[in-house]
């Protein structure tokens, strides 16, 4: 069982990574989670697109939840960049950062995990998190939601 929810598709438009993270971690509808980011960024819904993970950490916080952020540069000291999604997902603890939802941004895209499952606006529904296809690329940052 995940915590993770599946996305509304009754949103006809592009459904951006920020506000689609937000739908999943908070089980709010697409619209209403693009609603959201345009009024914080003081645009048209039709134009929502860029948001950032701040954005989403403000909203997140708005929905009660909490964000802790995970230290990953002491854990990963040799890795400039940050580690690759998949070591990272392989190698995370058994402590919060498998029993809580996290939060994971990659070079231009954010994503959520909550035990083996990922979601994001990629996927219809949570998929094993080994069955992602994006998991060369390097995790900047990561959040622990509870």
Not at 119 to 142: C, G, Q, T, V
Request: proline share 6%; aromatic share 12%; charged share 25%.
């Amino acid at each position: 069982m995940t915590f993770l929810q599946p996305l509304d598709r009754s949103w006809d438009r592009t459904s951006w990574c920020v506000p689609s993270a937000l739908a999943i971690l908070t089980g709010c509808t697409v619209s209403s989670a693009h609603s959201k980011f345009a009024f914080i960024n003081r645009e048209d819904i039709t134009k929502v697109s860029g948001c950032y993970a701040e954005d989403l950490l403000c909203a997140l916080l708005d929905a009660g939840k909490q964000a802790t952020p995970v230290d990953l540069h002491s854990r990963y000291p040799k890795h400039k960049y940050g580690p690759r999604l998949k070591t990272y997902l392989k190698d995370r603890p058994f402590n919060d950062e498998r029993m809580y939802p996290l939060l994971l941004e990659t070079y231009g895209h954010v994503q959520c995990v909550h035990m083996d499952y990922l979601a994001s606006n990629w996927y219809p529904r949570p998929i094993k998190w080994s069955e992602a296809s994006n998991l060369n690329d390097n995790l900047h940052r990561a959040w622990i939601i509870k």
